[in-house]
């Protein structure tokens, strides 16, 4: 029986398992094996073969980033607009990364569905609009292939239990490509955080305030997130796109790794900001069916409070649409120390001893703490990643790092426990602000098991034994930064 028939023949067990109120195997799956540090070993050692589902900003910049990786080759390309595949057919063939004739191109709303059923690849990279990630991510799955898959990438709590019952079941990853955990400063701080030097950490606080008001059709290069972005803006509260200031805390706290996110209250700011309205009046046609639309549900600022089953706090913030700087705030608070960014910026406990107890370390100090205390990964890696692009150098660092991790067998830094117990934050939050801010328990996706994992530890990549030739890179442009 392949997955394909798995599945079909498996529907009506998901729908008797929920009617008779079963928590375990809900969706039909059975119960499978843990996935915590679950060492996939199906390529190591191979060439890993990747196909692309949603190409558009996002999906083309993850195209010339993984084309670049020696051991993976771009196989597939997958978009529902024929232009897409064209655009990036044209530029994998210009820049000669992959066997241009052997690249599979799937076109239409539908053809995701023959690539993870029929495609012959082992990843599929998912980067189309949020509401399709986690079926395409699911189907992936049960065909077989590792699912990669954008933020936020599911956007209900069931959702998030399909993705880790089906990762269970079939024992192959399932990861949610979050790249700012390999930022420089969240990288830093786990650094920091590995060595005690923030003592306990007792507080968190992290954030996606994004002025992106100028995502609007009228201006979007391919006409695509503004879309989509907008309409989920406009009948949705809650924060939908949690995981940027959410997941390199939890990765630095040890969530899911002898800590779990155990409850949550949130709340929303009104929506004051008018630029929705101020983009139906200028920029929608007359016939346009949206210019009817009621103004826009989602509050400007959304603050989102989480206590974690040891007792620790997290805050997570939710601003797209006020006139404010870029801010992830990746801010850590412990027993001994603290640290944030935007700007960057540190204090440790010896300096509650002298008479600057209530300053930051000034700028020379602090970034002798920076440089002193680097990563190993950003160290050895950031230059070429800065040069191929993608915020900074964290994306093509993510990518890097999956693919190490595939090549050598070694578990991924994030799991589908990681990716269920922050995307399902979609769902709780907006729960919680509809409901006058009530407390929504955060369910525990490793059922247990969390206790049993040690925190996520310094890990690095051997370019060298990758065959990464440092000296072959050019600089990539800037349409990878989206
Ligand atoms: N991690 C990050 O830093 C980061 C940055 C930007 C975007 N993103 C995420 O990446 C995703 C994509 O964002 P984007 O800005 O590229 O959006 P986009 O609209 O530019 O691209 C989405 C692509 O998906 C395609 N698509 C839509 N329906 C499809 C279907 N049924 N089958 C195949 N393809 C389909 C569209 O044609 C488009 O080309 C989003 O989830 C976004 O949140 C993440």
Redesign the pocket.
Known sequence: MNRREFLKGTAWMGAAAFAAGCQLNRFGFGEGGQMQNYCYRKLMGKKIRVGF???????TGAVHRVAQIPGCEVVAL????PA?VEVNLAWLREQKYSKIDSIKTYVG?E??KDLCDFGECDVIYC????A??QPVGLRALCGGKVALI??TSALTVDQCWELVEASEKFQIPCMQ?E?CVYGEIELLELHLARLGMFGEINHAEGAYIHDLRGIIPSSCK?N??AK?RYQENMVHKGDRYPTHGLVPLCQTMGINRGDRLDYLVSLDSGAYNTNYEKFKKEFLGDDDPRKNDPPAEMGDMTTTLIKTAKGKSIMVQHDVSSPRPYNRLAFISGTKGAMGDYPFRCAFEEKCFDSKAHEWFDEKAANEIRAKYMHPLWKNVSDVAQKIGG?GGMDFIMDLRWAWCLQNGEPLDMDVYDLAATSCLCELTETSVRSGSKLQSIPDFTRGNWRNVQPWGVVNVDLEKMGFDKGAVEKDNAALN?
């Not at 589902?53 to 999906?59: D, E, F, M, S, Y």
């Not at 980067?127 to 949020?130: N, R």
Request: aromatic share 12%; proline share 3%; charged share 25%.
């Open positions: 589902v949603g190409i558009g900003g996002r999906g997958c978009d529902k607009d897409r709303d053809a995701y980067a189309t609009p949020w399709l990630h954008e933020v490509l790249n391919y695509g997130e989509w915020h989206v």
